[in-house]
């Protein structure tokens, strides 16, 4: 079946700087890929997709890049805010009103 | 306005005990969802709903019975609680464009 895998964390980064946190999947066909972030206390909310190969998704500073070739999806930001401090995760899922396949998330610590 | 609402936000019961969980959306979405985040944050898909139609299970023990009197509304009834039963119960929506939202989630504590 599908799955998502991403790295293990806790990741901690002083403010302002680079982040990826890497993501591959397993997948028949050609699904969506998702990043979700979920701030302490809080549900889960959408932070960028991309829906096919070679679609950039980008939102708030971080960017990913649907990768078709090497089945990934890496999330990277150029300088970290302390408010970026949440658990990260990927997801995957196919056409139509499908759940999603989540990875294990990362949690991010950013401190100033 | 709340898009994805879920209540309540936090439920402790005993062991043995019959808890449900109520979700509604007003997003006018097709598809709702729950999902189970265990303690080490891992998300799974436990049901899915589309027009009030059962179509995912997975896996899910037979004391979870989910309902869905409307479009709008998708309930999680679960009988006798079980320890392992503990954790953050999330509802979701969506409609074909494949983005979901969630509601805030449930932390379920038993005893």
């Known amino acids: 079946g599908d799955s998502v895998t991403q790295m293990e964390g806790p990741v901690t980064l002083s403010e302002e700087a680079f982040l990826t946190i890497n993501c591959t999947y397993t997948?028949?066909?050609?699904?969506?890929l998702f990043w979700y972030v979920q701030y302490p206390g809080e549900g889960l909310q959408l932070l960028l997709k991309?829906?096919?190969?070679?679609d950039k998704g980008s939102n708030k500073g971080f960017e990913a890049t649907y990768r078709k070739e090497t089945t990934s999806f890496h999330l990277e930001k150029g300088s970290v805010q302390v408010s970026d401090s949440a658990v990260y995760f990927c997801?995957?899922?196919?056409?139509?009103?499908?759940?999603?396949?989540f990875g294990k998330g990362t949690r991010l610590s950013v401190i100033a | 306005d709340t898009a994805v609402s879920q209540t309540p936000k936090y439920l402790v019961t005993q062991m043995g005990n019959d808890k449900s969980i109520k979700c509604e959306q007003n997003?006018?979405?097709?598809?709702m969802y729950w999902y189970k985040q265990d303690s080490k944050k891992f998300l799974k898909i436990m049901f899915s709903?589309?027009?009030?139609?059962?179509?995912i299970n997975e896996t899910v023990p037979n004391r979870f019975s989910p309902k869905s009197p409307d479009k709008a509304h998708l309930n999680l009834h679960i009988n006798s609680l079980e320890l392992g039963d503990s954790a953050v119960y999330f509802c979701?929506?969506?409609?074909?464009?494949?983005?979901?939202?969630f509601g805030p989630g449930t932390r379920l504590t038993v005893l």
């Open positions: 979701a929506s969506s409609s074909g464009r494949q983005e979901q939202f």
């Open positions: 997948a028949t066909g050609y699904p969506s």
């Open positions: 991309a829906t096919k190969a070679d």
């Open positions: 997801a995957l899922s196919h056409s139509g009103n499908t759940p999603l396949v």
């Open positions: 997003l006018g979405h097709d598809t």
């Open positions: 709903y589309n027009n009030k139609e059962l179509i």
